[in-house]
């Protein structure tokens, strides 16, 4: 136990004692609150913040490394109190409390009163602002001491590439650090034949980069001068939480980060280039393409659930937070990878059913009301989202459709002025196996009005498996069976095996071989990794 007398010299951050800092550490990695604390409050650089966030890899805690750093530069303990207090973080107050003067305990015993909807008396605020000097007054003094190396101006990606030498090593990140001439030469000096699309972030350009084409987001504020900075702090949080997410999650419904640029004239991010660009744009059959017909889109709602159930699965669930079909990507074999993780944030721990979040961002026609005004943020915003992509995927229509009755494609779905059979888009020709009604049934159950109602994303996918299933059983039934039949008249059809419900399967072999000098075949069902088998059938001959 610390004594009362050396609580009252212990004035810095490094002082902290290792209890104190170690339950402090524990509470600010949930969530990754340091990552608000470090990059918003104490202006740390995006490169080491990104750095930081490597620590849990390291067996360390981003916390810890964040206070390590900042320490350094003699902050001290009420700083942090102060920064907290704007954070509105009671919890971690509490414990930094024994370390601060007496009279800024009020503070969070008004901060407890009041949670979430602060308002201050005339005294509080003057008690506010006394603690926001110290801030002040310890970065004047920093400075002074030429400790605080121009830390306002490397809060934006856009800044630090003013700085590289603030660089972290690409080889700690895991992602390889792209200089921006490569991507200038790999985009013919981002010639504009080459833009893929445009988001609110920045223009997608295809390029060849080390002999590979790539999809190259180049990162830029569009709007006027006095949104730039809010922009810019937008794109740097979105860009880290791109860099951390995309970067930690390999899977192969996820979109690919080849790399990333800081240090040139803009930050770039190089992605896995898919060629047949997003799931809306197909379904709009932009660029004169061909409509998809029902077993592609099956295969893509499939794929994309599987995508989604990794990530909700991880061992600290991952909510995409930005489900719709533009973010839905394309490749060859029409592969549906998850791309765009800018707004993708860590779930609640298992006893949660969500987090509460200051703020709601987004795409509007894709998020639940729980979401939208209760700020409840759950695995469930993310099959909400689906659902309203599976309708998307089934009707061919827009997710929001301004010369619609209803504007808002779910609310179409569910208030039908028409039924809901004849809702089905038309372009993608004859529906035999009636996946239409498969992914409307779905759909309906992701949008259920309350969260708890929905399903997690595994069931979703287990129920799109169950459909594929009886489509490839029904498919082998017609296609396969009557070809031997005709080869060979079959006696029995046994089933050897009860379905796995892995429900990862995918791939279909028949093995014909010798049994009992009868020729009999098997017909396996294997998963991804050829590994498992998942389905047995034994045809035996007469
Ligand atoms: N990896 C990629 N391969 C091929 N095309 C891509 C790739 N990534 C993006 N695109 C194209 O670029 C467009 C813009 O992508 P971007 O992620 O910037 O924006 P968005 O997701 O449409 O919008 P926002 O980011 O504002 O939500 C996409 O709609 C798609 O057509």
């Not at 949670?115 to 920093?142: C, H, R």
């Not at 499939?302 to 719709?324: C, E, N, V, W, Y």
């Not at 200051?358 to 979401?371: A, I, K, M």
């Not at 089905?424 to 992914?439: C, H, Q, R, W």
Request: proline content about 4%.
């Amino acid at each position: 136990m610390i004594s009362n007398l050396n609580l009252n010299k212990i004035t810095y951050i490094y002082e902290l004692p290792y209890a104190e800092r170690k339950e402090f550490c524990s509470i600010m990695d949930m969530n990754d609150k340091w990552e608000e604390l470090g990059g918003y409050y104490m202006k740390i650089d995006t490169a080491t913040i990104f750095k930081l966030s490597k620590a849990p890899m390291r067996n360390h805690s981003s916390t810890d490394e964040l206070l390590t750093l900042w320490g350094e530069q003699n902050h001290t303990i009420l700083e942090l109190f102060s920064i907290l207090n704007t954070m509105q973080h009671y919890r971690a107050m509490i414990i930094l409390k024994p370390f601060v003067d007496h009279k800024y305990h009020k503070l969070i015993n008004q901060g407890a009163k009041s949670f979430g909807y602060l308002v201050k008396s005339e005294t509080d605020d003057s008690l506010n602002n006394e603690v926001d000097n110290v801030i002040k007054l310890n970065t004047d003094n920093n400075e002074r001491r030429g400790n605080n190396i121009e830390r306002e101006d490397l809060n934006t990606l856009g800044k630090i590439n003013e700085h590289p030498s603030i660089m972290f090593s690409s080889a700690e990140a895991c992602t390889p650090l792209i200089t921006y001439n490569e991507l200038e030469q790999a985009t013919n000096y981002w010639n504009k034949e080459n833009i893929l699309g445009k988001g609110g972030f920045g223009v997608v350009f295809k390029g060849i980069w080390r002999s590979t084409t790539v999809a190259i987001k180049r990162l830029e504020a569009q709007k006027g001068a006095e949104q730039q900075f809010n922009i810019l702090e937008a794109q740097r949080q979105q860009s880290l939480r791109e860099l951390k997410y995309l970067n930690s999650c390999r899977h192969d419904n996820i979109l690919s980060l080849y790399g990333f640029s800081i240090g040139g004239e803009k930050p770039c991010l190089v992605y896995q280039y898919m060629i047949n660009g997003s799931l809306e744009d197909r379904l709009q059959c932009r660029q004169g393409t061909e409509p998809l017909t029902w077993n592609f889109r099956f295969k893509i709602a499939t794929g994309s659930a599987r995508g989604l159930q990794f990530l909700h699965g991880m061992d600290k669930p991952l909510i995409h937070g930005d489900i719709k079909s533009a973010n839905i990507l394309l490749d060859q074999n029409f592969e549906p990878r998850i791309g765009d993780f800018g707004l993708a944030r860590e779930g609640p721990l298992q006893e949660y059913t969500h987090v509460k979040v200051s703020h709601v961002h987004g795409t509007r026609p894709y998020l639940p009301d729980e979401f939208l005004r209760g700020k409840k943020f759950s695995t469930k915003v993310d099959t909400y989202s689906f659902g309203v992509v599976l309708f998307e995927i089934a009707t061919g229509q827009r997710a929001y459709d301004n010369l619609r009755n209803h504007k808002f494609l779910k609310d179409h779905v569910e208030n039908n002025d028409c039924p809901i059979s004849d809702m089905a888009d038309v372009k993608a020709g004859p529906d035999e196996n009636n996946l239409y009604a498969s992914l409307m049934t779905i759909g309906k159950n992701c949008v259920s009005y309350k969260a708890k109602d929905r399903p997690e994303m595994e069931q979703v996918l287990r129920k799109l498996d169950c459909v594929m299933l009886q489509e490839k059983q029904s498919t082998i039934r017609h296609s396969c069976l009557p070809t031997f039949q005709n080869e060979m008249p079959i006696r029995k059809l046994s089933i050897l095996s009860e379905p796995y419900h892995s429900q990862q399967w995918q791939n279909v072999r028949i093995t014909p071989f010798l049994y009992q000098e009868a020729l009999t075949f098997l017909l396996f069902l294997f998963d991804k990794t050829d590994n498992n088998v998942m389905y047995v059938w034994n045809y035996i001959n007469e």
